[in-house]
């Protein structure tokens, strides 16, 4: 690569990209063609050229035997340009910042031309090919199938690059949180449609009389047993009107009230060294109607946003099963999936939690 | 690649060599614009086919559920028109996925695509402003911008277009219309316009990924859902774009095609004009 370089260097001196460069590099090669440069015309020429020329005459000796195959058209390239430059370049200054400008025009040699675009079409070639060989290793099994192309084995490669790609977001994501933005609240006349999107089968509510929410995990060591009368009678109740955003696209504004999850977390503070809750529902059900336990990550800075509501109440009525009763996690600044319905265990952990949507090839973190 | 150099440019042939005439050329494509211009392809590609796989899991457009299939999906009763109406769809296995596998990655593959979709995102911003650093180093942003005779000449141009194929049919003389500027007035609101549509692109993209955190920009688009309409019918800019692009530059001959690969055009006219 190396030679190439100073093989453009020393073809092309005037052929620099920038704008504001460009024509006093064609005033240098073309000394006749700006009067208002006659002051120093040759001297830049030679300032210019003949130090490059020499030099990659000087790579042709070296001893790894690239060819440089500018270096023998460089005294005549020069005259050459010279005299049909005067045609061509007869340069008015630009006289606005805005203002097009002409684009510059230069003389080559045929032969550098030819190496110079057999270069940029091996490297497009390449980089098609390349880019082709990438979509092959990323496109799923079913789309390449359309195409007639077999995959014969899923490369791990493949989930590692994709999953890099997810934790830049989800980085991105948790630097984008703040703990004191609030999520806007609307009114109750905005309220739209919220529907049931249990994953599974929606579970039968006969698990509902004998409901505990168990918090695990504690500073105090113990392991915490609340029913809903527990949490109804000991904490506070708020009422937001928030808009829940779901992974799939679409969005609903209810309106929840519920505790605090902030509150909770001071009643019964987790162990000093834990950074994330796992978020449990032990009722939830898979499509045929058998158990499927729902779990969750949530890291605690969310946890403690005061708008993360357990939430008992929806559209000013208790939970229905569809949404969850007794208690659901209701966390605005986290995608519908984090929002677990119908919570039966709590558990503070030190090392980020296992995640039903994350195992499934979501991302984790899920901030929006 | 040192190898592919013919014998003849050893340093020795020099004086042996005839004199050849050398090409005029233009230099016309930035190199950083040129990269960015044919990564966009397979970017832009995979952000309309990840994005219509996403656009499958939940879709702007829906009407009420059809009382015997449960159809919902505007995009799906497409599907089953065409398999309906159009030669040799009529045995398709699953008419509503129709779109879904001709337009996107395929149905029910929302992880997959969501993936893809942020991996081409993050590349694609990445890209766009490799490619402004371009258009500034090159100085070529200032072809670009629009100016105050763009409406009538763009006209001019589109009634050129317009007339071309009848007066080849006809054998009629049919003239370009003349401008002395890098692109023509059409052209020039092309290449501004798919730019702008590309940071709105992004804008409702960063709106409807973050609509808590961003909300004053999901408010920017009209709110959350209306982002996503825009974000939509942004793809739709693109495709509009890229066919008729496509089909000129082709239309328009090999040296327009060849400057976007090595960057330079044997088409010196114009640069002289603008000169003079």
Known sequence: MNYKENGDDSLQPKDIPSAGIGPIHEMAALPEAGPEHANSPVPMAIANEKPEAVEATKQQEDADGSPSPSVDHRPRTDEAASSVAVKSVSLKKPQCFFGERPLPAMEMAPRVLRYRSRRDFLVFGAGALATLTGAGFLLPQDTLSRFGVRRNVDSPGKEWFLNKALRIDDDVAEALYSGTRRVPTYTKSQITLLKNNYNGTTPDPGYISGWKLTLDGLASGLSISLDIRNLLTRFSVHEQVTRLVCVEGWSAIAWWAGLRFEDLLRAYPPMSQAKWARVESSVNLDGSGNPDPYFMSLDLATAGHPQTLLATHFNGQPLTVDHGAPLRLLVPVKLGLKNVKAITRITYVAEEPRDYWAERGYSRYDGI | ?276
């Open chain 2, 1 to 276: 690649m040192g190898h592919s150099t013919p014998p003849d440019c050893q340093p020795n042939s020099t004086s042996t060599l005839p004199e050849q005439p050398g090409v005029l050329v233009v230099r016309k494509h930035h190199f950083l614009v040129r990269w960015t211009h044919w990564l966009n392809v397979p970017i832009v590609l995979g952000l309309v086919l990840s994005g219509i796989s996403i656009y499958w899991a939940s879709p702007i457009y829906q009407h009420k559920p059809d009382p015997n299939t449960g159809n919902f999906d505007v995009a799906a009763d497409i599907g089953i028109w065409i398999c309906a109406r159009v030669p040799g769809q009529h045995h398709y296995s699953s008419p509503p996925d129709w779109i879904y596998n001709h337009m996107s990655l395929g149905p029910g593959m929302l992880a997959l695509a969501l993936r893809l979709h942020w991996l081409c995102a993050y590349s694609f911003m990445l890209n766009g402003m490799v490619y402004v650093a371009g258009l500034v180093m090159g100085g070529g942003w200032r072809s670009l911008l629009p100016r105050r005779t763009d409406l009538l000449d763009g006209l001019r141009m589109f009634r050129y277009y317009l007339g071309f194929p009848f007066a080849k049919l006809a054998r009629r003389q049919w003239l370009h219309p003349l401008f002395n500027t890098k692109y023509n007035a059409l052209q020039r609101a092309a290449y501004f316009s798919v730019p702008v549509a590309g940071l709105l692109s992004v804008a409702t993209g960063w709106a409807i990924h973050k609509p808590m955190q961003l909300h004053w920009l999901a408010a920017l688009f009209g709110g959350y859902n209306a982002a996503r309409v825009w974000h939509f019918w942004l793809m739709w800019i693109y495709i509009s774009f890229v066919v008729p692009h496509v089909i000129l530059v082709f239309a328009d001959g090999w040296d327009t095609l060849r400057s976007m690969i090595v960057g330079w055009s044997t088409s010196v006219e114009r640069s002289e004009v603008v000169a003079k």
